[in-house]
């Protein structure tokens, strides 16, 4: 980056390596989250308005206001750079002495392997699960949705945003001129090799470069020779691409078998779209699947596309599918059919490539019966069928999967592990939630406990704290075995609790 010399300047760092350069000319620099801020860092512990940054004398101070008026200024040097949020610090330097080793941002941060860490995904950061695979060949990402391999629904996106391109070393993202920019971690960037975790903005979107680790047997965590076999069953399952009913209790697994279904495939370089057909509004499911065509309908201010064109190539995921309308279902067995989906309020309809994966907790067959869901599309959805298994006919998987949520988790909370009592303790355990109860439950013991080890008697007070109203669990046993662990404090076992004492003793007796 080109500066006069002797110019003083301020650097902005990420993970200790400098990132750009922002002169210091006189006028007062805002640093903060706000886009409207001088140097805008985008990271949720950082304030709107963060600090002003000002010359006092032959000094470079920085007021922090993020509380209201400002606090005594502190000094900013090469010596003393001040940390902004995770991973951000901000520093003064003389534009001379750092034009060789301050970087713009195409350079300044670390590869992305593509290979022994696991595969790796563009992810919608907004708990859609709507993710691309990068794999060796360029990726487009825009509004467009025949011009690109992600197609973002967003207004603000241009048609083409932006390309992220693989270099044998990982991943270099390259704006294509687009008419808003794409900001990666809160910088506005033309190219910039990618790192995992990385955070990608163009227009309203927000997406993260995401590793996926290769740990147990395919996309889940599994020691249990059941679950092996599931799994072998989904790979193999995967070198054809007729549809699949996945059929299991809410929290088995079942996204993690689908994901295997599309992973170990043909289609694994294409999207992987997500849709729970039981949180999405009945009245916005169709437009959600199908798309839809500007003025559609009241409140349809643009084209859509619907998640059948999103995920072109790849996997559309259907989870609950029990949950479908009826009419829906029509259309779905039409589409099955056809290969064809119609926008909403469009004229004619457009063939699709797409591979259809269903899952659901519910009994299928007894709804064809009552007349719930048709008897010809459960057909058609069932051409091949995986059961999962609830974890507590695979207790082999318990320990391996708190593990690996406890391992999720270390950058939030630190390094923790389970003692042998704490194992025990989690295999006694019915788990009715499945392994979202169990990863909820390693995560209050992990974040509670003081040291590295988690005890018998810290999963005792997560599981009594997280416990659902009428289990054994909220039931005195349960919560006697809270009050052994704090020596028969009342006090103290209520206090870890989160309940009051009287309260306690109530349920002790009840």
Known sequence: MEGRLGMDVLVLYYR?????????????????????????????????????????????????????????????????????????????????????????????????????????????DDGSGRRLRLGEHPVHIGSDPEANDFALTDPTVSARHFRLDPDGQGFVLRDLDSSNGTWVEGMLVRAVRLEAGARIRAGRTNMRIHRERSVGSGALVVASPVMKRVMAEARDYASVSWPALIVGPSGSGKEGVARTLHDAGARSAGPFVALNAGGVPRQLIESELFGHEQGAFTGADSVRAGLFEEARGGTLFLDEIAELPLDLQSRLLRVLENFEVRKVGADRARTIDVRIVSATHRDLRSMVTEGTFREDLYYRLARLMITVPGLSERPEDVPLLAAHFLDEIVPEVGTRHLSDEAIVRLLAHPWPGNARELRNVVTAAAIAVPGEVIQRGDVEIALARLAVPGTELSGAAGLAAVVERHGG???AAARSLGIPRSTLRGRLTA
Request: hydrophobic residues 40%; charged residues 25%.
């Open 489 to 491: 404090n009342l006090a």
């Open 16 to 124: 200790g390596e400098p990132l750009r350069e922002f002169p210091l000319n006189g006028r007062p620099l805002e640093v903060g989250r706000a886009l409207a801020c001088d140097i805008v860092v985008h990271d949720d512990l950082v304030a709107d308005r963060q600090l002003v940054v000002r010359r006092r004398g032959a000094e470079v101070v920085a007021y922090d206001v993020s509380d209201g008026p400002s606090r005594s200024p502190r000094r900013v040097g090469p010596d003393c750079a001040l940390a902004l949020g995770r991973h951000h610090a901000l520093g003064r330097a003389q534009s001379v002495a750092t034009r060789a080793k301050v970087r713009t941002p195409h350079t300044d941060m670390v590869a992305l392997p593509t290979s022994p860490g696991g595969a790796v995904y563009l992810a919608l």
